[in-house]
């Protein structure tokens, strides 16, 4: 069984060289020929039958390089199809999946027929439609842009033409569940290992930036802001670690991608001030990870949402 340890470390050998948010047509092929898109599939179906700790470490590693594209979606995407029910071509769909040609996916609906916040939607020939009452797979008619303010990552509205209905009932509503679960995950690791990017960054400029003949390392203000963001990025570490394994609720796992997210944000806007002028230039990356930050923390349900959910476990469990 391969360790956390050693999957993240190949995946950051692996996207080392490339440097903060690189090409988006490189990165997915560098996906691929890793093999990361058959990590979750089943053996018999042609992967590596690996679990959620796997997958989280793989988006740790994406997020710490702001890897741009839809990683998370098609990863998404493939393990829907791999736990629905079988249907014809439901093998070669996989197959085709896993080797990086493009499924488009999302959990936003807006009504019959139109999807909201697609990634890279006018990269792909269809659509996984994945909803509690239905799965179902549908060309993709129209795609347009909807601007974002994170540059990493290009998100479209979507007009689906005539489904193929995969799966319905207690099928559909399991697969609706396990998509968000895989997403929730794949946001909370994304933020993490940004959020440690984003720390180490800021350390390393406050070890070289001088200010009255000193490093601003040495000011304690600053040390103190530093532990803190060290803090919220060990607590979100932590929690997401324990929230890999089995019988984790959705419930659960929104709350980990709303601490998550909530403290890359802490640690992207610390990050802004601590560089001072040069963090608020478009020539440096700071605001790179301001931008990815406040994706993350509004896709797949906000803190609100979450939190709700969250609130309504409690009091369920003490009635």
Known sequence: MISREELRDSARKGLGSDGLMPDATQSWDRLVEMGWFVM???????????????????????????????????????????????????????????????IAFSLEAQGAGSLAWVPDAD??????????DRIALAPIVSATHRATWD??????????????VIATGADAARLHERAQATVLLALAADSVGAAEAALEM?????????????????FQALKHRVADMRIAVSAAEALLWSRT???????????????????FLHVAEETVQLHGGIGLTVEHPCHLFLKRAF?????????????????????????
């Open 40 to 102: 979750a599939l089943p053996e018999e179906d042609g992967g590596l039958g690996l679990g959620a700790e796997a997958l989280a470490s793989v988006h740790v590693e994406l997020g710490r390089a702001l890897m741009p594209g839809a990683a998370i979606a098609q990863m998404a995407a493939i393990e829907v199809l791999a736990a629905a029910p079988d249907f014809a071509g439901r093998a070669d769909l996989l197959a085709s999946a896993a080797g990086g040609e493009r």
């Open 123 to 132: 990269l792909a020939g269809q659509m996984l439609v994945v909803s509690a």
């Open 151 to 164: 540059m990493s990552r290009r998100l479209f509205d979507v007009a689906v033409g005539d489904e193929t």
């Open 202 to 218: 800021s350390v390393e400029y406050l070890k070289t930036r001088r200010q009255f003949d000193r490093p601003l390392a040495l």
């Open 245 to 263: 394994g089995d019988g984790v609720s959705l419930a659960d796992l929104g709350s980990l991608k709303a601490y998550a997210c909530a403290a």
């Open 295 to 319: 994706l993350n923390a509004a896709l797949c349900g906000d803190a609100d949402h979450w939190n709700a959910q969250a609130g309504r476990k409690s009091l369920l469990a003490t009635t």
